[in-house]
């Protein structure tokens, strides 16, 4: 069943969303070259403490650690290691969020280690600008395909693949509600969107093709044919006015919704 939030909900998420925004911008500021995976988690675990939240990713579903990290042709759901280390030209997916006063937070960029090559900077930017059009397309009135469609429309135009294996979701008093949020679809189908839903929109792109493969660890994601992957998310909500972004304040300077 869709939760709908009402006034004072929202404000909860708000505080949920901008902690989770915190600490995904101080990890992304945290790559560089030779730092470990792990160390990063450190820096986004502390994070959100300091904030009077807690990390919602840790445990939850026996997930070891505060965030996802993955690097990469690694698409998801990368555990951290202190073993992992980040080297220059990497691209470094951080997805990670918080649980404050009963609400969560959710959100994931892809961030770049020192200069990376020309296709996985087009990689990262044709994802990020995929989420800002599933984004606009989150109008009140509007049905979930048409987010779906407008990511999966400029992807697909830009040569890359949209993962359809994982998804985004629903977000409130669980980090997984419903409804789905595919990156893919037809515009006028699934669930309409009304004011108070609140929703993570999350392309997942791959360089080639879309087949990923889960490890022998039972959560590192992987794209099947070794070519790299990116991973954009925000949290929204939908109002009458449009969507409103609750995750702001990660995004590069010079790119605005």
């Known amino acids: 069943m869709i939760q709908v939030k009402n006034a004072a909900e929202l404000e909860k998420m708000r505080r949920a969303c901008a902690i989770s925004a915190g600490a995904l911008k101080a990890g992304g500021e945290a790559i560089e070259a030779g730092i470990s995976t792990a160390e990063i988690d450190k820096i986004i675990y502390d994070y959100i403490v300091r904030h009077g939240a807690r990390p919602n990713f840790l445990h939850l579903y026996g997930f070891p650690a505060t965030a996802c990290i993955s690097v990469n042709d690694t698409v998801i759901h990368g555990i951290p290691s202190r073993d992992q280390k980040i080297r220059p030209g990497d691209i470094v997916s951080i997805d990670t969020g918080c649980k404050i006063d009963g609400f969560n937070g959710d959100n994931a960029c892809t961030f770049a280690c020192g200069k990376v090559d020309s296709e996985a900077r087009r990689l990262m930017d044709v994802t990020k600008e995929a989420l800002h059009l599933g984004i606009q397309a989150a109008q009140a009135g509007n049905r979930i395909g048409d987010i779906g469609h407008a990511v999966q429309s400029y992807v697909e135009e830009n040569g890359f693949s949209v993962v359809r294996t994982f998804v985004g979701h629903g977000v ?86």
């Open 172 to 257: 409130g008093k669980e980090l997984h509600e419903d409804p789905e949020v595919p990156n893919y679809g037809n515009p006028g189908r699934g669930a309409r969107l009304v004011p108070g839903m609140t929703i993570a929109i999350e392309p997942m792109v791959n360089q080639k093709k879309a087949a990923v493969k889960t490890l022998q660890d039972g959560w590192t994601v992987k794209t099947c044919d070794g070519g790299l992957a990116a991973h954009f998310e925000h949290t929204i909500a939908i109002t009458a006015a449009g969507p409103e972004v609750l995750t702001h304040g990660w995004e590069e300077p010079g790119w605005t919704l």
